[in-house]
């Protein structure tokens, strides 16, 4: 659970230089699916297990993922997400890690996501920064909104790691670890909360030719000094200056063990977390709804003297999810009592956007339950039209998933179907100029009103979380970080 520092010899030098061909290999797409081969599907419980699968963020980026062989809500998955360096691609982290096989977390959901930020011959990067953060911030909300997760962890390589130290401080309430592969500390924020939830583990090659084994140490000094409770330091030795930077399957799947052992669940500190999430301007609902799920779980086996007061707040803050429940709700059927059930409208995207959170809301289920139904039916309109785009491409297949962008207005992967279609009109023959601009039309009519109708929600949420705020000053307390 403390501050650990562990060298490791890697293996002999003959044993190495084959490891080193194998890896060698298998970071060629030759050796695995490439780009453009695997099947794409929307992340779903009714996509394929234990198979690589591809989708797209919200911001349009691809990414390769795969759910394990079982989904138990009972004993729930880890959500792993494993980024890239610079000049490399979301394929990387498949073609380096036997994350396609199940050798690697086989119990664990694994995302591999492209940066959003351009670097070079056409390869993305992640860069500390909003852009970037929300792209990853989003990946993790959608996972969770769709699947029973237990905790979230990043895998960083090389710049990966630059970012995945920074997304740590910036996104404590959404992350419980990091590995942080060859990489370096740049601006971090070190929030109390983060030193006592968040697990830090360094890997570093003692021979790095890229990145200086002297930023593992230092990275390691800086956490240290800050208090943080669950930090560990690996150096592997014995790597050549080329080969200390690259991958280390092993020594980051026992790593990633590590984060598992060290990350342990208390009331307190999924109370803390909901209450540093109620402190902000614009408050998580999902992040809220599942730190005060977990704490009310816990609390039932817990005998700790704070026992009764932190039953009240999870009280309290359970009867705030209520609320805020009824007044989503209360807002978006009125709207739509005002509007046409087949055309685009703000409130669409009011509904996508808290749905996740409040799904298991009874006033939200009984209020909306037909447009819960009704985005349900959509989204596997959607799903149909992308295997059209992917198995059957040409003109009749882009319009006829032209179409369900139009008439699918409450489908959540709505954005993946729209990326696969501008694919489709820069590479399909047949398709007009007409065709294009039609669809081109349809997007931003529906761009603004994604907008709009997530700055209605937001809206809502943060007016109820200041008055939450401020009605309970004494018993919420001040925020954690």
């Not at 730190?291 to 039953?311: C, F, N, P, Q, V």
């Not at 009749?396 to 694919?423: M, T, Y």
């Amino acid at each position: 659970m403390g501050r650990m520092h562990r060298t490791v010899r890697a293996l002999s030098p003959n044993v190495r230089l084959l490891s080193l061909a194998v890896l060698l290999a298998c970071a060629s797409p030759l050796a695995a699916q490439k780009l453009g081969e695997v099947p794409i599907v929307p992340p779903t419980s009714s996509a394929e297990k234990g198979k690589t699968l591809e989708w797209v963020s919200a911001e349009g980026r691809p990414y390769w993922y795969r759910l394990p062989e079982k989904i138990d809500a009972r004993k729930p998955p880890n959500l792993v997400i494993m980024l890239h360096g610079t000049g490399l691609n979301w394929g990387w982290s498949f073609w380096n890690y036997p994350i396609g096989n199940g050798k690697f977390r086989s119990g664990d959901i694994v995302v591999s996501p492209d940066g959003l930020t351009p670097g070079q011959s056409g390869t993305f990067n992640f860069i500390q920064g909003k852009k970037d953060g929300d792209q990853i911030a989003g990946l993790i909300r959608l996972f969770r909104g769709r699947f029973p997760i237990d905790k979230v962890y990043l895998y960083g390589h090389s710049q990966g790691a630059f970012f995945a130290y920074w997304f740590a401080g910036e996104h404590t309430e959404l992350v419980d670890g990091i590995v942080a592969h060859a990489g370096n500390v740049l601006q971090v924020k070190h929030h109390e909360l983060a030193k006592e939830k968040v697990a830090i583990a360094i890997l570093h090659g003692e021979a790095d030719a890229v990145v200086p084994v002297e930023c593992a140490h230092r990275s390691h000094k800086i956490y240290e000094d800050q208090g943080y409770k669950k930090l560990k330091l690996e150096i592997v030795e014995d790597l050549t200056a080329q080969s200390g930077h690259w991958p280390l399957p092993k020594n980051v799947a026992a790593l990633l063990d590590w984060l598992d052992e060290v990350s342990v669940d208390s009331p307190a500190l999924e109370v803390r977390v909901a209450l540093d999430e109620i402190a902000k301007e614009s408050p998580d609902l999902l992040a809220i709804g599942e730190a005060i799920a977990e704490a009310k779980s816990l609390l039932g086996r817990y005998r700790g003297d704070d026992k009764k007061e932190l039953e009240a707040r999870v009280d309290l803050i359970e009867g705030f999810i209520e609320e805020v429940a009824k007044a989503h709700a209360a807002a978006i059927d009125e709207a739509s009592r005002a509007e046409k059930d087949d055309e685009f409208a703000a409130w669409m995207s009011h509904f996508a956007a808290v749905h996740p959170a409040l799904s298991s809301s009874k006033e939200w289920r009984s209020k909306l339950r037909k447009w819960i139904q009704a985005g349900a039916k959509q989204d596997q309109l959607v799903a149909q039209a992308v295997k059209l785009l992917d198995t059957r491409p040409g003109r009749a297949a882009f319009l006829q998933a032209a179409k369900v962008v139009e008439n699918a207005p409450l489908a959540s992967d709505a954005h993946g179907l729209i990326r696969f279609l501008k694919d489709a009109a820069g590479k399909e023959k047949g398709i007009s100029a007409e065709d294009v601009a039609t669809l081109e039309k349809a997007i931003g009519h529906r761009a603004t009103l994604e907008s709009k109708g997530r700055e209605q929600a937001a809206a809502i949420t943060a007016k109820l979380a200041k008055e939450l705020r401020e009605k309970n000053a004494a018993l919420l307390g001040k925020k954690a970080s």
